[in-house]
């Protein structure tokens, strides 16, 4: 059986796929430490002549090593077929039947140390992988969250863009619903009129929005108050409520005096019979007063005495 | 309660209005003797006095309360003619009605009045026997936070107010 290539070759390819470093645990390896695990059916002992055979072979090398002594060649990585492969080459005066047995012995722990070393390998590679799904799904827990915190902050913001859109047109609809034309006004609006009534409300709106300089530059002020002077109620509404809106800019409360703007507004507080024109008008007069050269002009213009005149008449006793 | 409009022609001067036109004579009286003066020669005391007592809109009392304040701010006389259309009195009223504290803006405004009021000693005697010092010490936090409990206490005099008009944007939100 020795010398049967057919046997010696099977054996060789069965055991091929170990490489130099389980060869050299096989020559290290002592009966004690053998692996825990082994495949069914086989003894757990470790052959006392493999240990033997590893310490001959490891007198050998070193025989050799002390021969060339001076010249230390590379060692070259034997794997499990061959180093058992050569083991069994020197047992080849066995007889038959032992040289099986050591083959089937050989063959037994090659493959238990094969089997060890690929079951570390995929424990290795199982940590591996699990430590990578680990920080995947982690990954993934941040960017889930961090989604859901950006949606919740675009629904926020969304919701309050909605409410504010919705307080605007409420706003919106209040100034048309207020500058209703009374009854001794002219209800005839017509194309143009619309148009003016437009142009004041759009004017109102932008005093928030374009630059102060700019409506100034286009004589929004001017523009303004003469549209007060239309006998339309329901131009003069709107258009008392631009200028009112625009005086609040401090650029601009000069400009207003200038334009003619406490002229036109005295007239309306003193004659106007609707009460938002009136107050539209009073708040313009008021946010006028407050720029310190426009004070002289409020007296002299008939403005406090029209502002006075109106508190006198509010409160008269029915 | 306290009716809000009383006037025949409420119809065309409403709170917003009124309370409007005394921002507008606040902010003329606001550092210009010559129209504080103008202002208490057109008469018009009387009827911020009645205003005071009777209407509870905060917006109409505050303003009314900022214009005695800025009518009697460093002006003897103004002072003197504020005092006899017995403006203590409404001040007190208004406080008592419409401040309270939901409307610290209405005390406060009625302590400055107050305290410009008192510029002389004949005319701190009159606000004291208004029970000023009385409503002083009772004022919500909020007005007694600021400078003018000290000032009436102390006899300290402030400075004139200037008076926003309530005007509503498209942009505001409330």
Redesign the interface.
């Known amino acids: 059986m020795l010398t049967n290539p057919v046997l010696f070759s099977l054996f060789c390819s069965r055991v091929g796929g170990l490489t130099k470093h389980d060869l050299l645990i096989i020559a290290k390896l002592e009966p004690n430490t053998l692996p825990p695990r082994r495949p069914p059916g086989r003894p757990s002992s470790m052959p006392s002549h493999t240990s033997a055979a590893a310490k001959a072979l490891h007198e050998e090398q070193q025989k050799s090593l002390n021969v060339t002594k001076n010249f230390v060649a590379p060692v070259k990585k034997l794997t499990i077929a061959e180093e058992v492969g050569k083991k069994l080459k020197r047992m080849q005066d066995k007889s038959p039947a032992d040289f099986l047995d050591i083959c089937l012995r050989e063959f037994d722990v090659a493959v238990s140390l094969q089997t060890s070393a690929m079951r570390d390998e995929f424990d290795e590679a199982l940590n591996d992988l699990t430590s990578r799904a680990n920080s995947m799904e982690r990954n993934l827990s941040s960017l889930m969250s961090w989604k859901q915190q950006t949606c919740e902050a675009k629904v926020k913001q969304a919701l309050q863009q909605r409410?504010?859109e919705r307080?605007?047109k409420l706003?919106?609809a209040?100034?048309m619903s207020q500058f209703t034309p009374s009854s001794e006004a002219n209800k005839d609006v017509d194309e143009v009129d619309f148009a003016f009534i437009r142009f004041a409300l759009n004017m109102?709106?932008a005093?928030?929005i374009c630059p102060v300089q700019k409506q100034l530059d286009a004589g929004a002020p001017a523009f303004l108050a003469s549209m007060l002077r239309v006998k339309s109620d329901s131009v003069v509404g709107p258009a008392s409520m631009a200028l009112?809106?625009l005086s609040?800019h401090t650029e601009t409360k000069a400009a207003i005096a200038a334009a003619g703007g406490i002229t036109a507004c005295v007239d309306l507080?003193n004659t106007?019979?609707?009460?938002?024109i009136?107050?539209q008008c009073?708040?313009t007069?008021?946010?006028v007063?407050?720029w310190?050269a426009n004070?002289?002009l409020?007296?002299g213009k008939g403005?406090?005495?029209a502002?006075?005149r109106?508190?006198?008449?509010?409160?008269?006793?029915? | 309660m306290f009716a809000q409009?009383?006037?025949?022609?409420?119809?065309?001067?409403?709170d917003?209005?009124?309370g409007?036109?005394?921002?507008?004579?606040?902010?003329?009286a606001?550092?210009?003797d010559?129209?504080r003066n103008?202002?208490v020669e057109?008469?018009?005391m009387k009827?911020?006095e009645?205003?005071c007592e009777?209407w509870t809109d905060p917006y109409v009392l505050a303003s009314a309360a900022k214009l005695i304040a800025n009518l009697a701010y460093s002006n003897v006389y103004t002072a003197m003619m504020c005092l006899s259309a017995h403006c203590e009195e409404a001040l007190n009223m208004s406080i008592r009605k419409g401040g309270g504290d939901k409307n610290p803006d209405v005390q406060e405004a009625a302590m400055m009045a107050f305290a410009n009021l008192s510029n002389n000693e004949s005319n701190q005697t009159h606000v004291g026997a208004s029970g000023a010092i009385e409503l002083a010490v009772q004022v919500s936090p909020a007005a007694r936070r600021s400078h003018t409990c000290v000032n009436i206490i102390g006899g300290g005099v402030n400075k004139g107010q200037?008076?926003?008009?309530?005007?509503?944007?498209?942009?505001?939100?409330h």
């Not at chain 1, 109106?310 to 029915?318: D, H, K, N, W």
């Not at chain 2, 409007?20 to 003329?28: E, H, I, K, P, Q």
Request: include cysteine; hydrophobic fraction near 45%.
């Open positions: 409410d504010d307080q605007e706003n919106l209040n100034w109102a709106v005093c928030d009112a809106h609040l507080v106007n019979p609707n009460a938002p009136v107050a009073c708040k007069l008021a946010s007063a407050m310190p004070k002289p409020m007296a403005a406090i005495k502002l006075v109106a508190i006198q008449v509010s409160s008269l006793t029915p | 409009s009383v006037g025949p022609d409420n119809l065309r001067i409403d917003d209005a009124l409007s036109a005394f921002c507008g004579l606040c902010n003329c606001e550092g210009n010559a129209n103008l202002i057109l008469d018009v009827s911020v009645y205003i009777n200037r008076c926003l008009p309530h005007i509503v944007r498209v942009t505001d939100t």
